[in-house]
């Protein structure tokens, strides 16, 4: 009998308990970058005790050991279980910024006509400072700051030049331009035939590698969405169409001599005519995801996308 008594007790414990037991226990999150993450987004949403465990359950499952920094699929993956698992108040609370503010969706898979992001310099194959300096001596690091000293008081008078009406727009920006070339070219001077080479090998070595991370973005949007094929190939109309949308823009304004005030509007109603495409092309609940995705990349670089670049929090205050 008493093991009877034991048996039925474990049972009950087990279909009601845990659920109590995961509501009156904090979850805490193991990494301290997430530690932040977490604290600061409960903070800025008011996010309940329940809601702040499963947003800790899942920061602690998808991003451990560091994943979050590498895997694309990390902030996919917990703005699919925050649609589940977050009151409509506090979701509402969540997004409620960059509602306001026509946030554009998806937008690193977005408004670049579907491009790769680069490698070091971009896709043009530019040098790369950073690159450039992890091949150099001692001596040859000394000349290259002593150059690029030099063309920084250069172009800084430059843009003061602009900025004080004593040189127009367009022949600061050839300046510019110029200097750029001519620091470049000194820079390339300084490089032996083996230091060319091995620089040249990062850049392909680059360009693959976000290619690749470009891929597995890609990827995860892809599986965290759910997407059909026919959304798959709609969203790279409608990015195609956006760039080519802004492209002109762009050349139209600097035609025409566009106003600041008046483009940055012209570029809010094509980010606005986009995400109105984009809200056709899913169903609600993807629609959601996606806001939510977007929403907690803001978050996440607030509060601790700059930790270890200037040995705190995000800066966006």
Not at 244 to 273: P, V
Request: aromatic share 4%; net charge negative.
């Amino acid at each position: 009998m008493k093991k009877l008594v034991l048996l039925l007790t474990v049972a009950i414990f087990a279909t009601i308990g845990c659920d109590k037991l995961m509501k009156d226990e904090n979850i805490l999150v193991d990494d301290p970058e997430l530690l932040d993450f977490s604290e600061g987004l409960s903070t800025d949403v008011g996010l309940t005790k329940t809601s702040t465990n499963a947003l800790n359950d899942a920061l602690n499952r998808h991003g451990k050991d560091g994943k979050h920094r590498r895997d694309p699929a990390f902030l996919w993956n917990v703005a699919v279980e925050m649609q589940k698992k977050l009151s409509e108040e506090e979701k509402s609370r969540l997004l409620e910024w960059s509602d306001k503010n026509a946030v554009p969706y998806l937008f690193n898979g977005g408004m670049d006509s579907g491009k790769g992001r680069g490698g070091p310099g971009g896709n043009k194959g530019v040098m790369d400072i950073r690159a450039v300096f992890t091949v150099l001596d001692e001596a040859q690091r000394e000349s290259l700051k002593s150059i690029m000293d030099s063309y920084k008081g250069q172009m800084e008078e430059v843009m003061k030049r602009a900025k004080d009406g004593t040189l127009d727009r367009e022949a600061a920006k050839a300046e510019l331009e110029a200097l750029e070339v001519a620091m470049r070219a000194e820079i390339k001077v300084l490089l032996t035939d083996e230091q060319r080479e091995k620089l040249e090998d990062m850049r392909v070595d680059m360009k693959q590698e976000m290619e690749e991370m470009r891929e597995a973005a890609h990827d995860a949007m892809v599986m965290a969405l759910e997407m059909t094929p026919n959304q798959d190939s709609g969203l790279v109309t409608i990015n195609n169409e956006s760039g080519e949308a802004q492209k002109a823009l762009m050349e139209k304004a600097k035609a025409e001599g566009t106003s600041k005030e008046d483009l940055q509007d012209a570029l809010k109603q094509l980010i606005a005519d986009r995400n109105s495409k984009i809200e056709a092309l899913f169903s609600d609940k993807q629609i959601e995801i996606i806001k939510l995705y977007t929403a907690l990349g803001m978050q996440y670089s607030r509060h601790c996308g700059q930790k270890g670049k200037d040995g705190g929090k995000g800066n966006k205050g």
